[in-house]
């Protein structure tokens, strides 16, 4: 009796090969939007934590300045300690009498040339406040 042997498969077919491409292409696109918004998130918070940082800095040289030392007005400093930040310091008198009072102070992060604020941070410093009662 003669036998016929089948040839051994030692590859893939083109349908396997097409059933593999789309398995693999309908797996990876939520993968690459989920990489995205994560890339995203990340600029996101590095951006939030810097404004946030460089505001502070600013209110605590406001607040080593004193109260005589702390002029009322709004300045606005460029590209603050060299970052590409904006930084908006907005000093209010609330309360006064004579020499002393309550001043408000705002100080506002913004990215440099966005009009986006990223933070806003607010204090008070006083000096002989007198209430009336």
């Known amino acids: 009796m003669l036998r016929l042997r089948r040839k051994e498969r030692r590859g893939f077919t083109l349908v396997e090969l097409i059933m593999t ?15 995205s918004q994560h890339v995203e998130s990340t600029i996101q918070s ?9 505001a502070r800095l600013d209110m605590e040289k406001a607040k080593n300045i004193g109260y005589a030392g702390i002029g009322t007005g709004t300045t606005t400093v460029t590209n603050y300690e060299g970052y590409n930040y904006d930084i908006t310091r907005t000093v209010d ?41």
């Open 46 to 54: 590095e951006d939030l934590t810097m404004a946030a940082n460089l």
């Open 21 to 35: 491409i789309i398995v693999v292409g309908i797996t990876a696109i939520p993968l690459s939007l989920l990489i």
């Open 93 to 133: 008198v609330i309360q006064s009498s004579g020499s002393e009072g309550l001043k408000r102070i705002r100080v506002e992060a913004k990215k440099a040339g966005s009009a986006t604020v990223l933070v806003s941070l607010v204090t008070y410093m006083t000096r002989f406040v007198e209430y009336g009662i």
